[in-house]
C-alpha cells in the first residue's frame, strides 16, 4: 500500500506560479512512477507530468511542457510540481498518484497509477 497527501494549491492569478507536493510513504520502489493529473469541471481527468523515483526520468503533457516541472526528493518521499506562467485553462483538481503492482500501460495512462490523493485544488484567474 502507498499513501499519498497533496498540498500546495490554492488560487492564484494568470501568470503566477505555485508549487504543489505529494509526500508519499508506504511500499514505494525505485522503479515506480508518480505522476500528476487534474481534472477541470466537466471534463475528464487528463495527464499533467510523471517521474521515475529511481532514474527521474520525466514525462510531460504537451500543454503544460516549458511552464510546469516535476521533481522528487527521494530522502523525504516527496514529488513536487512546479508551476510556472499559470493559465486559467490550468484551473483543475490535482491529483497525485502512484505506481503499484497491478498497474499497466505507459506512464501517461491512468492505468499505470494503482493508488491516489485525495487532490488539490488550483484556480487561476485571468
Known amino acids: 500500500q502507498v499513501q499519498l497527501v497533496e498540498s500546495g494549491g490554492g488560487s492564484v492569478q494568470a501568470g503566477d506560479s505555485l508549487r504543489l507536493s505529494c509526500a508519499a510513504s508506504?511500499?514505494?520502489?525505485?522503479?515506480?512512477?508518480m505522476g500528476w493529473f487534474r481534472q477541470a469541471p466537466g471534463k475528464e481527468r487528463e495527464f499533467v507530468a510523471a517521474?521515475?523515483?529511481?532514474?527521474?526520468?520525466?514525462y510531460y503533457a504537451d500543454s503544460v511542457k516549458g511552464r510546469f516541472t516535476i521533481s522528487r526528493d527521494n530522502a523525504k518521499s516527496t514529488v513536487y510540481l512546479q508551476m510556472n506562467s499559470l493559465k486559467p485553462e490550468d484551473t483543475a483538481v490535482y491529483y497525485c498518484?502512484?505506481?503499484?503492482?497491478?498497474?499497466?500501460?505507459?506512464?501517461?495512462?491512468?492505468?499505470?497509477?494503482?493508488?491516489w490523493g485525495q487532490g488539490t485544488q488550483v484556480t487561476v484567474s485571468s
Open positions: 498518484a502512484s505506481e503499484g503492482p497491478t498497474g499497466w500501460g505507459t506512464s501517461t495512462s491512468e492505468e499505470r497509477y494503482d493508488y
Open positions: 517521474i521515475k523515483w529511481g532514474a527521474g526520468n520525466t
Open positions: 508506504g511500499r514505494i520502489f525505485s522503479t515506480y512512477v
